[in-house]
T-cell receptor, first 117, second 113 residues
């Protein structure tokens, strides 16, 4: 149980285009979802926390207009990288906390690798 | 602020060797400590955790003890297997400070037969 999927797993896009990444909890309801970014040989950096039906809370230094997060249902959150540029190339990972559990317990998706040309 | 420092990798071992991956932390409150593992092509999975000082987390032969005096949470396994090859992340969570999970940089373990 407690499986989180991400789609797509790999995406290559041209500079200036927007890319949407989906994060789904497959067998549980996720009140809270988290979006992380990971650079090569670096730790996961929390970008934002989203709660179903409300606006996401962004970490300091993360541009909310650039990284649009929507958590419209208890099983789906999306991250849209708007007007992507090469410096946005990275590995994006989502996680979800099951309703009733604290946010210490997170189930992670396999990640999405974004390459902006 | 809160932070996690773990040893640089990669760590390369032969099967049945003893494993230690060092992790130290800095926290303003009383954090919970975690080890996550990421197998190739998969998402991070919780390996073990400890929520207070002197607690020992264990799972799949891995152990880590929450040492408040040395602010450490080193991961150990007595005899590694090829299937243990993965990236290991140390992390902390400090609910009183309002933090979610803060991760170390990850340590890649490669075990050969």
């Amino acid at each position: 149980g407690a499986v989180v999927s991400q789609h797509p797993s790999w995406v290559i896009c041209k500079s200036g285009t927007s890319v949407k990444i989906e994060c789904r909890s497959l067998d549980f309801q996720a009140t809270t979802m988290f979006w992380y970014r990971q650079f090569p040989k670096q730790s996961l950096m929390l970008m934002a926390t989203s709660n179903e039906g409300s606006k996401a809370t962004y970490e300091q230094g993360v541009e909310k207009d650039k990284f649009l997060i929507n958590h419209a249902s208890l099983t789906l959150s999306t991250l849209t990288v708007t007007s992507a540029h090469p410096e946005d190339s990275s590995f994006y990972i989502c996680s979800a906390s099951q309703t009733g559990e604290g946010f210490e317990t997170q189930y992670f998706g396999p990640g999405t690798r974004l390459l902006v040309l | 602020g809160n932070s996690v420092t773990q040893m640089e990798g990669p760590v390369t071992l032969s099967e049945e060797a003893f494993l230690t991956i060092n992790c130290t932390y800095t926290a303003t409150g009383y954090p919970s400590l975690f080890w996550y593992v990421q197998y190739p092509g998969e998402g991070l999975q919780l390996l073990l955790k400890a929520t207070k000082a002197d607690d020992k987390g264990s799972n799949k032969g891995f152990e880590a003890t929450y040492r408040k005096e040395t602010t450490s949470f080193h991961l150990e396994k007595g005899s590694v297997q090829v299937s243990d090859s993965a990236v290991y992340f140390c992390a902390l969570s400090d609910p009183q400070a309002g933090t979610a999970l803060i991760f170390g940089k990850g340590t890649t373990l490669s075990v050969s037969s």
